[in-house]
């Protein structure tokens, strides 16, 4: 069985400082990452996806993969009160549709002003 | 732009009652739709995916099922809900290798 797994936390972290959310998964074949952001009791929203093995930024964020270690890893930079959610890994196998995608249960992160 | 509606926003209903909560997907044709269910302390569950009009496939045994009636038109119903149905109810829609999520339906099964 295929299996995401997540530190629930709660992470607390300074305002301004690194925001640091890990991420391991079970299933060697796994080919795409994802990392949502869901705000209490809204849906979640995708914000970053890596495929390579690597850093990927985008903005503030930036996702990390290493594949032979099977973890991906989320860096939020100057971490602001807004960012205070929960973040929800997603593994996919890849050569599939989305009903391949495997979720974390989330860590919560907050952000301390 | 593609929309995902999701109605109602929350709902409270008593144990044995039946249940219908509906998506609908706007901008796009012959999406793959998909029911998802959250319950407090627990990860995202895959219920069921549509590939299709009339396509379904049930991932876990329950007393839920769905229908897709239409394209852009998927239902999830129960005859008769148990406490333990109660929990945050999501639509999606695959983009590409992932999903897009509808807005949800908090369900309070009492």
């Known amino acids: 069985q295929k299996e995401v797994e997540q530190n629930s936390g709660p992470l607390s972290v300074p305002e301004g400082a690194i925001a640091s959310l890990n991420c391991t998964y079970s299933d060697r074949g796994s080919q795409s990452f994802f990392w949502y952001r869901q705000y209490s009791g809204k849906s979640p929203e995708l914000i970053m996806f890596i495929y390579s093995n690597g850093d990927k930024e985008d903005g503030r964020f930036t996702a990390q993969l290493n594949k032979a270690s099977q973890y991906v890893s989320l860096l939020i930079r100057d971490s602001q009160p807004s960012d205070s959610a929960t973040y929800l890994c997603?593994?996919?196998?890849?050569?599939?549709?989305?009903?391949?995608?495997?979720f974390g249960k989330g860590t919560h992160l907050i952000i301390q002003p | 732009s593609q929309t995902i509606h999701q109605w109602p926003a929350t709902l409270v209903q008593p144990v044995g009652s039946p249940l219908s909560l509906e998506c609908t997907v706007e901008g796009t044709s012959n999406p793959n739709l998909y029911w998802y269910r959250q319950a407090a302390g627990r990860g995202l569950q895959l219920l069921f995916y549509s590939v299709g009009i009339g396509q379904i496939s049930s991932e876990v045994p329950q007393n839920l099922s769905a229908s897709r009636p239409q394209d852009r038109q998927f239902i999830l119903s129960s005859k008769k809900l148990l406490l333990s149905d109660s929990g945050f109810y999501l639509c999606a829609w695959s983009v590409q290798r992932t999903l897009d999520f509808g807005p949800g339906t908090r369900l309070t099964v009492t």
């Open positions: 997603a593994v996919n196998e890849g050569g599939g549709g989305a009903d391949g995608l495997t």
